[in-house]
């Protein structure tokens, strides 16, 4: 699929981005990682760390019970979650849960209010 080869590179430029503090994108980006407990252990960007770190935790256990597809049962599932603005890619990494949050490609937010979507 030509659209999900596009979007995964965009994506990836978005984050290399982000590490690299270098981009005007890095102000609607961001990147959690939580211990296996649910607790925030290093959060940049704009992904809103402390208030919400437990919910991909969580999402990620829950993800890890459903049935897998795939012919190694033990690869953890991506779960994605797209609103009109961001999206934002969960994945459980050796026991801690890793959000990636990107800005909709040609979509700049000018409000940085709390809690918009």
């Known amino acids: 699929n030509n659209m999900s080869t596009d979007t995964s590179a965009t994506i990836a430029s978005q984050v290399e981005a982000l590490i690299s503090g270098d981009s005007s994108t890095a102000q609607e980006s961001g990147i959690l990682c939580n211990d296996p407990q ?8 704009s992904i809103k760390g402390s208030d919400n770190s437990g919910v991909y935790s969580n999402l990620v256990r829950l993800a890890a019970q459903l049935p897998s597809s795939s012919s190694d049962g033990n690869v953890a599932p991506l779960i994605t979650i797209e609103t009109d603005k961001r999206t934002i890619m969960v994945k459980e990494c050796a026991g801690h849960a890793v959000a990636v949050q990107v800005p909709k490609s040609g979509v700049v937010s000018s409000d940085h209010e709390e809690g918009a979507q």
């Open 38 to 45: 649910g607790f925030c252990l290093s959060v940049k960007g």
